[in-house]
């Protein structure tokens, strides 16, 4: 799913460094900030997918009941009415001020996917944006070679309410440091309180013997981080006057504490 803060533009480098590390292929994946869930589709396994804004993961369930194997084409698919073919602005302005008329699956699909730069209501997407945004959230659930996110269990909550089972892997996708924060289906802003993530983010290792990995730009300033891959990430969605932002993304390993 195209989403502000999406790793789509570097799975094909994180997600051989984090299949590489896991103990075993059942290692239970935990994605606790899952956005638009680009990074548990891509892993294999038992996985985990957890999101704060409810009304994705409602969207995300939404499309795990809908889609279907075909026999006569031995591919997975979804009904044509899955999603509406297009949103129109007048709909769009409707269903942004009347949420509560409508399922939260659909207040997902319009708030995000048919926004301009994925930011929540924030400014109405034609066709050509919706029809892009539709595709990349059907191949989430159409892969042939592996069942991306047709068997991933879903979450929707704060972080810090995971009962993350003993010994799993867990990759944390949170906001990034000095960015911003986060919102709720309502699309409300909460502030993002670093510190105690940071905390929690240790005693994952320290307590509950995960192996536990961050996406950031820059490295915690609390417990202790190694870093194991950094790269230029070109951010077309924050780009001004036609020049895309450049940051170096960077994937780090929680060591604990001390």
Known sequence: ???????GGILEQIIPILESRRRSPDQLFVDAFGGGFNVVTAMSGPRWGNE?????????????EKVYFDERTCEWCFPADTFPEEVSKEDYLYIRSHKDEYPSWLIAYVGFCCSF???????????????????SIYRQFTMKYHSGMRDVKLFSGDYRDLQIPEGSMVYLDPPYFAVSGYK?????????????????????????????????????DWGRWE??????????MYSKEGAAVSHIEKLFKCLGRE
């Open 1 to 7: 799913m195209v989403y502000m803060g999406s790793k």
């Open 52 to 64: 704060y804004n409810h009304v994705i993961v409602d969207m995300f369930k939404y499309l795990q």
């Open 117 to 135: 730069k994925a930011t929540y209501f924030q400014g109405y997407a034609g066709k050509m944006y919706q029809d892009r945004n539709r595709a």
């Open 184 to 220: 709720t289906g309502d699309g409300k802003s909460n502030a993002f309180d670093h510190p105690a993530f940071y905390r929690w983010a240790c005693s994952q290792v320290d307590d509950n013997h995960c192996d536990v990995y961050l996406s950031e730009y820059t490295e915690p």
């Open 227 to 236: 870093l194991i891959w950094s790269n230029e990430k070109r951010n077309l």
